[in-house]
Structures are given as C-alpha cells and as structure tokens.
C-alpha cells in the first residue's frame, strides 16, 4: 500500500514540476520543436498519421511519426502553442517516473528501489529537462524502462506469453527515436544473461528467445517495411553525426572515440552537456550526492556480479542481483554508444538520453541497501544513528534540491537560454497579435517554423518575407537584434526608414523594429 501511496504522490509532483510555467520556460520554442508540432499539425488536421515523416520541414532528415503526431494532435485539440507542443513531453516524462519504478522493482524484486528510483528521477535536472521540451528523444528512457522490466519478469518466470508480450512492448521503441536502435543489444545480453543465471535448458531458451523476437517483429513489421522500401530512415540522421560515416584515418578515429568515451563519463560527474537545452553546463547531468551514489551503485553492482560468478549455485537472491546488475551496467553503456560515436558535441546528454533509467536506479542502490540496513534488528538502536541517518537524509534533499534550482531559478534568468530557444522570435508573434498588421523578415527557414505554427500560415497580423524586395513602404519590419547586417539591407532600401529596439518585458527579450513609412 505505501508503495502504490508514494508513487502517487511522486506522480502528482512529477507532474507539477514538468507542467508548472510551461509556457514560460523554456522561453521560447526552439525550431526543432515548431517544425516537428507544425509538421505533426498540418498531417492531423488533414486526418494523416505518417508512421514518418520522410523530409522533416524540407530539411530532409526522416523522423519518426509517433512523438510528431501526438504534437499534431494536442496542437488540434487546443490550438499550436508552446503548451500544446510540449504537452505529450510532460505526459511521457511523469510516465517515465512510473516506468523506472516498475524498471528497478523488476530488477531486484523489491518495491522499496523502485519508489527510490521514482523518487530521483523526479527532481532530476536530466528528467524535468526533457519533459519540458518538444523532442522525441523523451519517449526512449520511458519505453525502454517498461521494456526491461517486462523482459526481467518474463526472464524470471520462465514464460513463454510473458516473453512474447515483452517482445511486443520492445518493438514499440522503433518508432521512438533514432538513438533506441541500440536496444536490441541490451536485450540479447539480457536474454543471454538470464539464461545462465536461470540455468534455462537449451529447448526452453530457445522458446523464450523466439517468443520475445516474435513480439518485437509483429510491433516492428509496419516500420521495417518502411526501411525496406527507404533504408535512408536508418541511415540518413547516422551519416551526418556518426564516426562510422567519416573517412578519417583509423588513429584519429580511436582518439574521437577514447575522447567521446572520457567525455561521455564525465558529464555524470563533473563536466555536462555544455548545450543549454540539454543541460544547465558546465555542471554534470547529476547533482553531487546522486553522482556519488551513482558511482557507488556501478561498484556494487560489479561486488554482486563477482559474487555470482564465484559461486554460479548461489542462492537466488544472488541470482538475481547479479542478473540485474548486468542489465544496469549493459543498459548504461548499451545506451550510451550513439553519445561516443557522435561525430561532435559530446558529451550529449539528448543521445544517451536511453541511459537516463539505468544511471537512476544505479544511484537508487545505495540508498536501498542503507535503507535496508536501518531496518535491520537493532540498528536503530546503535550510538548516534538517527542523528547520521538525518543528516544523510538532509544532504540527499539539498542535492536533489540543487537540481530544482538549476533548472527554475537559474536556467529561467539565462540569457543563454532564451536565445537558444528562439525566445526573441515569439516575442515577435506574441506582440505582433497585439499591434496589428507587421512584417517578420527570417531568412532562416527553421525559425520560419516557429510563426507558422503559432501565428498559422495565413495569419493576417503578419507577413513572412525572404528578401527586402517583397518589403513595401508602410510596413513595419521586426528582425532578431542578432541580424543587424540584414537590418542594414532594409535601411539602404528604405533610407528614410526609422530603426529602433523592441523589448518584450514578459519574456526579456530584444529585437529590431524598421519603420518604413
């Protein structure tokens, strides 16, 4: 009952921190998430649901359709606007608390991670962060979480039909984003794990294996027809980011690699994903005391595996710490490869966002065997426990508090942060709503998603031109304070025109108003 009681509770506030002033931070929309709410729009509204989308905006990268269409549709029940693209983040985010509960309940055949585990994931700076912004990517740790789980339950039963539902359930993360294709890796060590801990005989691995691989094919067939007929859906984002696309020579090759791997364990720890839209940097992905129970957990998790392979006869408990500290350890590096063979920006905390669950619940361990421990017989009786277990107690709060003032108080008054998420350009669609009829001169196509999707194509308060020549005398000119070369252009059409600075004091941003009259 306290289980279900405290899952909950860390819902309803897993919920209020990822939809509290979502319309206000991030500041604005970046254009990644107006050109995948408008493209997912613009299908709905005509009664489309492509299982892709195989040229994202004109900018020819296939995405998949899933996470786009459920941008579609809450844009079509309550009108484009940042809340409506970022409203199936939030939902998949508080799911994801659900999932890695469930995830380390599975694991170690205990309620007690799981809700620890709920419990860090829902201050986490890395969760809330990806719940608030309109990417794919966040449907990934919430599948793949509720996929392990259900494999590690099947695993321990011994089920044919509970293999096989697992199986369906994985198959579903194709259609989530690019970076879950590594997962199938996670799943055949898990399988293969299993095997040897459960001492399966060769007839019933053998049935569990095609079991589970038959549920993933049924889930998967409508996509892998897809690739078939258009393999560029599984290659064409690859080539652009992947070290295995270069042609560097093999030494420079081993050196990115060593290099994205150091990088890629650094930012649990000490330096983070230095894009502010993934990560308040330079600080690591994780606050202090999780990084350090997190690093703790990855050490007895190894103490368990030996355990096991010292004594393969061991008692089941050992079995199955030891089967779900591989699952952990290969999670956690299974996940993390699309991060290490990324041609640039490591570390990435968007690219092994699949990891997210398996760092979690590995930081979670410490915290359940100490937890643990105390409920021993006559520990809480021992000198001076209570007041140790307090002050633990009271360091963990602070750290995970940490976390909340990253992202609400520090990140909401980064000018960093408003200009990488485009916040300038909806302060020019939110005024221009209120000034009448304007002129928003982006050459970028990319930025041009964001008024279509809020203002709407034929939106008459404003106009969309790509060169001065489509400006008429009379109208009124707002360009990004960044494009003063552009303003330029317009001033040497217009010599009479009047320039001045805009200020959005809502959102605390600037921008370039012309005057051509």
């Not at 001076?384 to 909401?412: P, Q």
Request: proline share 5%; net charge negative; charged share 15%.
């Amino acid at each position: 009952m306290l289980f279900w009681v405290g899952l909950i509770l860390l819902v309803l506030v897993g919920y209020f921190l990822r939809a509290i002033d979502l319309d206000q931070l991030p500041s604005g929309l970046y254009r990644d998430e107006a050109m995948n709410a408008l493209d997912g729009f613009t299908a709905i509204s005509s009664g489309r649901f492509p299982l892709y989308y195989p040229d994202n905006y004109g900018r020819g990268l296939f995405q998949e359709g899933f996470f786009v269409n459920l941008q579609g549709i809450t844009s079509y029940i309550f009108s484009p606007s940042l809340v409506a693209a970022r409203l199936p983040a939030v939902l998949i985010g508080v799911a994801g608390i659900v999932s890695v509960a469930f995830m380390a309940r599975q694991l170690f055949s205990s309620r007690t991670v799981g809700l620890i585990a709920a419990t860090l994931l829902t201050f986490s700076y890395w969760g809330i962060n990806f719940s608030r912004i309109g990417f794919s990517a966040i449907l990934v740790p919430t599948v793949l979480a509720v996929a392990v789980g259900l494999l590690v339950w099947a695993s321990r039963s011994g089920s044919v039909s509970r293999m096989f539902g697992a199986g369906i359930f994985f198959g579903f993360g194709i259609y989530t984003y690019a970076a879950y294709r590594f997962a199938p890796l996670l799943a055949l060590l898990v399988l293969v794990s299993a095997w040897r801990v459960f001492y399966w005989p060769i007839a019933q691995a053998f049935r569990l294996g095609i079991s589970f691989v038959t549920g993933a094919a049924l889930t998967a067939i409508p996509m892998m027809l897809a690739i078939a007929r258009e393999p560029r859906i599984l290659t064409a984002r690859a080539e652009e980011v992947s070290l295995v696309s270069t042609n560097m020579p093999t030494s420079e090759t081993l050196e990115l690699l060593l290099t994205n791997l150091s990088l890629a364990t650094s930012k649990f720890f000490f330096l983070g994903d230095l894009n502010i839209r993934h990560n308040y940097g330079p600080y690591a992905i994780l606050s202090p005391i999780v990084a350090l129970l997190f690093a703790v957990g990855i050490v007895l998790c190894l103490v368990w595996i030996a355990q096991y392979l010292r004594a393969p006869m061991a008692s089941e408990p050992v079995a199955m710490y030891a089967l779900g500290s591989i699952t952990l350890l290969g999670g956690l590096t299974v996940m993390t490869i699309p991060e290490v063979l990324s041609v640039d920006s490591a570390p990435h905390s968007l690219r092994s966002i699949g990891s997210q669950p398996f760092a979690i619940t590995l930081a979670a361990i410490p915290i359940w065997k100490f937890v643990q421990w105390f409920r021993s017989p006559g520990r809480r009786q021992l000198p001076h426990v209570r007041w140790i277990t307090a002050g633990l107690v009271s360091v963990l709060v602070l750290s995970l508090a940490l976390d909340l003032f990253r992202y609400y108080s520090a990140l909401r008054s980064s000018t960093e942060q408003r200009m990488a998420f485009d916040a300038d350009v909806l302060s020019m669609v939110e005024l221009a709503e209120e000034g009448g009829s304007r002129v928003v001169f982006l050459p970028y196509p990319q930025q041009q998603a964001i008024i279509r999707y809020l203002a709407g194509s034929d939106a008459e308060h404003l106009r969309i031109v790509e060169t001065t020549d489509q400006i008429e005398r009379g109208d009124t000119v707002w360009l990004r304070q960044s494009d003063e070369l552009l303003a330029q252009d317009v001033l040497t059409d217009f010599p009479d025109a009047t320039l001045v600075v805009e200020t959005d004091d809502l959102r605390d941003t600037t921008f370039l108003s012309i005057e051509t009259d």
